[in-house]
């Protein structure tokens, strides 16, 4: 297990949605300062994965639900100059980088008191969602092994073909790993029965990860905030935390319709959700590009053993 940190320059870059559960404190921030809304994902970062009812299954949705997660693609780092979010105001734009933030969500003279009585509560932990709180390495490998059952097709076990079924988008697996296709149309809809089949494995995703309501338990005793990142939907990210029993850890998530374009975006969001500046938090990660973008937010990261060698 890891722990670094390192502290990057600032520069500009796009503003999330306006956050409901936003902790920041009025007084550190301008009264007129908005987050508007990014622009939309483009279509071919985006998978719409549709379940069938049919069964009296209480985890059954109708026909009609659509549920929108973005997973089986390759996001970017992020933060790689400190950029964060920009907001545009009458007397003109106003950079809220990283630097920024680690300037503003600086403690209170209260907070640097209780701080000092109790140390821990000063740091906030971000937990990403993937490989850290669930199982997902798992649901992926599974997804594709019976999207190649029904279609009658090889999957080669060898490590670089598991690399890139885990790794890489469903786009470069499918033309360029698998080889599985041509035509555009027949693209999409390999693409989309690979979401429905991913979607069905998700609502049986019932445990966490081995170890971690324990570690959760403990920084819960000692009133460390927490916070969830992901890239999927956010219905879907808390109902899977219900089933797991992990709700009340949690005082911040982000999700889909945080509107982050990079995984340090969302870390950031995570940051400012928690009130707690960039170089005080600790991102849990297991994936290589989480990790630089936790290093290039100033924040420290603990490197969780999983499929990438050291």
Known sequence: MDCCCCFRSSSSFTIPPPIPALSLRASQLPPNLRFPRLRPCSVGRRVVARRASGSGD???????????????????????????????????????????LNNKLQECFLQRIRHAMKPDEAFGLIFSWDNVVADTRSLKLDAWRQLALEEGKDLLGDGH???????????????????????????????????????????????????LKDWLDAVHTAGIPCAVVSSIERRCLVEALNRMGLTKYFQAIVSEEDGMDSIAHRFLSAAIKLDRKPSKCVVFEDDPRGIAAAHNCTMMAVALIGPHPA
Not at 64 to 74: M, P
Not at 166 to 185: I, N
């Open 58 to 100: 209480k985890d059954a949705v109708n026909e009609s639900s659509i549920v929108s997660v973005k997973f089986f693609v390759e996001e970017e780092i992020g933060a790689e100059y400190g950029e964060g979010f920009v907001t545009f105001r009458m007397d003109g734009p106003l950079k809220v980088d990283v630097d920024y």
């Open 161 to 211: 073909v598991q690399r890139n079924l885990l790794q890489a988008s469903a786009d470069h697996v499918l033309r360029k790993v698998l080889c599985w296709v041509g035509e555009e149309s027949e693209l999409e809809r390999l693409k989309s029965r690979l979401a429905e089949l991913y979607y069905e494995n998700f609502l049986k995703l019932e445990a966490p990860m081995d170890g």
